[in-house]
């Protein structure tokens, strides 16, 4: 038994037309909703991987810096530094005033 596609009446072309468009923007909304999960997971894993890298460097910066201070305050200064006078411009020292 052969199909016949002339006795099908317009409104069933159109019908059949409709599914078969819908069919191709499911397809299309599919495939973005894949990719958008795809590339939220990569951008997650290397936010994560950035974050990790700032946050040991950040980390060694302030290990490094608490060391050096440790260090500089148990060593002992073989001389006492003298005072220096600085010239001063009455009670603001190292201030040149100008004429208003």
Do not use: C
Not at 24 to 49: Q, R
């Amino acid at each position: 038994m052969d199909f016949d596609f002339t006795a099908l009446e317009t409104a069933t072309y159109v019908f059949i037309g409709t599914l078969a468009f819908a069919a191709i923007l499911v397809a299309f909304i599919a495939v973005a909703a894949i990719a958008t999960i795809v590339l939220i997971g990569a951008m997650g894993m290397a936010w994560y991987t950035v974050k990790a890298v700032l946050g040991g460097l950040v980390h060694g910066i302030n290990f490094a810096w608490d060391s050096l201070v440790h260090h500089a305050g148990q060593v002992e200064i073989p001389a006492e530094f003298q005072p220096q006078v600085s010239p001063s411009t009455g009670s603001y020292s190292r201030v040149a005033l100008r004429d208003s």
